[in-house]
């Protein structure tokens, strides 16, 4: 039904192995990167992608940053870590973000290759609230990484979700309790970020005023 990840490296294997980890990554932070890194060693991907979301729809009320800061910031975070990507795939589409309708279009991109989406522990305990979430099998493996506070039974998403037997990695990482909400609001009531983003990307936030 779901599984945890081998150290040993799947052999024979002659597609590609492509990670995915959507968001508005507004901003992004280290929790992200951390847990980007151990899904890149733990799944022996070629790379991972942030993938930024252009307009999410479970955030309908939250003002989100222009598309340009995030990829800005973004690419200044993942700068000297070769296995970390940027796709902008889905800020140049109208309408709501939806997982399903930005894996399509990867594997449209990257049809060679196998794709691995990288979500948290409440991610999949919400999975069934999503659009379309029968078909996000069929184009990807789930891969869940731990949230602090977070428990979820892979037999009770299944349940809900058929397709996903089998679908559904885990992946042991850090559980570290970072937020972009609590980091914006650091900003706004002028509290330190250091401890939270890379120090460029809290530079790049200061030079820009955001979140102020």
């Given amino acids: 039904m779901s599984k945890r990840v081998s150290s040993e490296k799947p052999a024979g294997e002659a597609r590609n192995r492509i990670g995915v980890f959507g968001g508005t990554f507004d901003p992004i932070h280290i929790g992200h990167l951390i847990v980007a890194a151990e899904a890149v060693q733990a ?21 989100i940053s222009p598309a340009a800061h995030r990829v800005s910031m973004i690419e200044i975070a993942i700068r000297e870590r070769p296995h970390f990507g940027l796709s902008e795939i889905d800020l140049h589409r109208p309408g709501l973000s939806y997982s399903v309708d930005l894996l399509a279009r990867l594997q449209d991109e990257y049809p060679r290759s196998d794709l691995f989406y990288l979500i948290g522990a409440d991610s999949l305990r919400d999975l069934h609230t999503w659009y379309e979430p029968e078909r996000i099998p069929a184009l990807a493996t789930l891969v869940v990484a731990g949230r602090p506070g977070v428990t979820v039974q892979a037999a009770e998403v299944v349940r809900a979700i058929p397709s996903l037997e089998g679908r559904i990695l885990f992946i042991d990482t850090p ?3 970072i937020s972009s909400t609590d980091i914006r609001d650091r900003v706004h009531s002028s509290r330190p970020i250091w401890r939270q983003v890379p120090r460029e990307v809290e530079n790049y936030i200061a030079t820009h005023n955001l979140y102020r």
């Fill in 43 to 63: 799944l022996h991907l070629e790379t991972l992608l942030f993938a930024p979301a252009g307009q999410p729809p479970h955030k309908p009320d939250v003002r």
């Fill in 175 to 177: 559980l570290i309790d």
